[in-house]
């Protein structure tokens, strides 16, 4: 995401080993989730959406192959919607270099980092699995912090580290 939005808009707020994540949905898809700092405030899932979306987060964090199936939407340009797809195939486990991914979305690295940047629904669509060709890259638009350490736990939770 390109900028970090404020705690308050989230209709729910769950607790990550590194930080917190926060979801919003339309009642019937999860349309933004976000990594929140570490001291923002856990909300509880008031819509059953949510809550089935906490239960699968929770079970998901306790193994990476238990699976995420939730209904979500991501609004983005054309070129998102393939960079996103593209990331989406990236098997669990695995990374991907920005430049290849060029492959397959078209662009450049630097569009392909701009679109994962703007990637509104991060684990769902998992831009962290996309790195540098020298290393890790950056992350949600961050280059150190705690947004880094999130990518870190979350290739190591996969098994890409």
Known sequence: MSKLPSAD???AIYALPTCRFGARSDG???????????????QAPTTPLLKAFGKALHDWLA???????VTHRAKGTAFQQ????????????????YG???ASAGGTA???GQACGAN????LVPCHRVVAASGLGGF?????GWLIETKKWLLAHEGAL
Do not use: K, M, Y
């Open 110 to 112: 630097r569009a392909i």
């Open 28 to 42: 019937e898809h999860i349309n933004l989730l976000a990594f929140l700092p570490p001291a923002a405030h856990l």
């Open 140 to 144: 949600a638009n961050a280059s150190d």
């Open 100 to 102: 290849e991914l060029v």
């Open 63 to 69: 193994s990476p192959d238990a699976p995420l199936p």
């Open 82 to 97: 393939r960079v996103w797809r593209a990331i989406s195939a990236i098997p669990r486990g695995q990374t991907r270099c």
């Open 120 to 123: 509104p629904l991060p684990i």
């Open 9 to 11: 808009s989230f209709d």
